[in-house]
């Protein structure tokens, strides 16, 4: 069975950057896509936002709030998918989850597998 854990979210002040990692184990289908999603502190988890996924062929794909500050990879082995997040804003005060699912990947109804997410706190 997949497993998706997240790592690497912490506090950071305003214009300060971060790095998220998501290591995968299991199988993963070859044409899903792999991506993150946040939850702002007053949504619930419909309300989930994709940040940015990377499609089968690393095609990445970015939601405008973010385009320009984050970029998403991965490993060679593709085993680990990264989040590079700089400049970051208060607004970007969310709980991260790495997720996998159908392509393109924009809103929660399109992921089929979550991680168990990593928080991320940008403040002054």
């Known amino acids: 069975q997949e497993r998706l854990v997240e790592s690497g979210g912490g506090s950071v002040q305003p214009g300060g950057s971060l790095k998220l990692a998501c290591k995968f184990s299991?199988?993963?289908?070859?044409?899903?896509?792999l991506g993150w999603y946040r939850q702002l502190p007053d949504r619930g988890r419909d309300g989930r936002e994709m940040?940015?996924?990377?499609?089968?062929?690393?095609?990445?794909g970015y939601a405008d709030s973010v385009q320009g500050r984050f970029m998403i990879s991965r490993d060679n082995a593709k085993t680990t998918l990264y989040l590079s997040m700089d400049n970051l804003k208060p607004e970007d005060t969310a709980m991260y989850y790495c997720?996998?699912?159908?392509?393109?990947?924009?809103?929660?109804?399109?992921?089929?597998?979550w991680g168990q997410g990593t928080q991320v706190t940008v403040s002054s």
């Open positions: 940040v940015a996924y990377v499609d089968n062929g690393n095609r990445p």
């Open positions: 299991g199988y993963i289908h070859p044409n899903y896509c």
């Open positions: 997720a996998v699912g159908i392509c393109p990947m924009l809103g929660v109804p399109d992921v089929v597998k």
